[in-house]
T-cell receptor, first 112, second 115 residues
C-alpha cells in the first residue's frame, strides 16, 4: 500500500509569516506530486504540482521536492487569513491509470 | 473552465436503501474517480474508470458499484446503504492516463447521511 504522510496539524502562523507544510511518501518510484487546498465544506482545488527535484515557485507558493529523501513540501510566503484551509499532498501512482494517493492533510490557520 | 458537477450536495437515506450518486464532467476527460472523505482518514479511492464501460476497484470498493455508460457521466451506487457509508463523496475527473501530470478536478461533493 502506497503511503503519503502529513502532519495533521493544526499549524498556526501569524499573518505575513511563512507557512511550511511537509509531506513524505513511501513509493520511491513516484514521479509527480500535487498540493491541493481544501476549504472547510468545499472540495479540493489544485494549487501546485511538481515533478522535478528542487523548487517550483508560483506567486506566494513554492513547492519543494527531494526524491532522494522522498519528501515534498509547500511554502506559503506572506500568509494571509484566506490561506486558512486544509492542504492535501498527493502522489501519482505510476503503475496504472495514474491515480493519486492522498495524505490526510494539514490544517493551516493564519492568525490576523 | 473545467466543471465537474454532482447531482446532490446533501442526501439523507435510510439503511438498506439503494443510493445513486451521479457525476458529470464537461471537459471530455478520460478518467473519472469516486472518493469518500472522512475526518482523519483523508481521501480514499472507491472506484475509478479510464474509459466508457471500464471500471477498476480502488482501495475501498466493498459495498459500492459504479457505472459509466457515457464518457461524461460516472455513477456511484450503494446497493444497500449502511450507516458506515455516511460520508462526504467526491467525484473527480482527469485527462488520459498517459499525460505527464494528471491534475484531478473535483466536483463539489455530496454529503450523504445514512440513518
Amino acid at each position: 500500500q502506497k503511503e503519503v504522510e502529513q502532519n495533521s496539524g493544526p499549524l498556526s502562523v501569524p499573518e505575513g509569516a511563512i507557512a511550511s507544510l511537509n509531506c513524505t511518501y513511501s513509493d520511491r518510484g513516484s514521479q509527480s506530486f500535487f498540493w491541493y487546498r481544501q476549504y472547510s465544506g468545499k472540495s479540493p482545488e489544485l494549487i501546485m504540482f511538481i515533478y522535478s527535484n528542487g523548487d517550483k515557485e508560483d506567486g506566494r507558493f513554492t513547492a519543494q521536492l527531494n526524491k532522494a529523501s522522498q519528501y515534498v513540501s509547500l511554502l506559503i510566503r506572506d500568509s494571509q487569513p484566506s490561506d486558512s484551509a486544509t492542504y492535501l499532498c498527493a502522489v501519482m501512482d505510476q503503475t496504472g491509470a495514474n491515480n493519486l494517493f492522498f495524505g490526510t492533510g494539514t490544517r493551516l490557520t493564519v492568525i490576523p | 473552465d473545467v466543471k465537474v458537477t454532482q447531482s446532490s450536495r446533501y442526501l439523507v437515506k435510510r439503511t438498506g436503501e439503494k443510493v445513486f450518486l451521479e457525476c458529470v464532467q464537461d471537459m471530455d476527460h478520460e478518467n473519472m474517480f469516486w472518493y469518500r472523505q472522512d475526518p482523519g482518514l483523508g481521501l480514499r479511492l472507491i472506484y475509478f474508470s479510464y474509459d466508457v464501460k471500464m471500471k477498476e476497484k480502488g482501495d475501498i470498493p466493498e459495498g459500492y458499484s459504479v457505472s459509466r455508460e457515457k464518457k461524461e457521466r460516472f455513477s456511484l451506487i450503494l446497493e444497500s446503504a449502511s450507516t458506515n457509508q455516511t460520508s462526504m463523496y467526491l467525484c473527480a475527473s482527469s485527462l488520459w492516463a498517459g499525460s505527464e501530470y494528471n491534475e484531478q478536478f473535483f466536483g463539489p461533493g455530496t454529503r450523504l447521511t445514512v440513518l
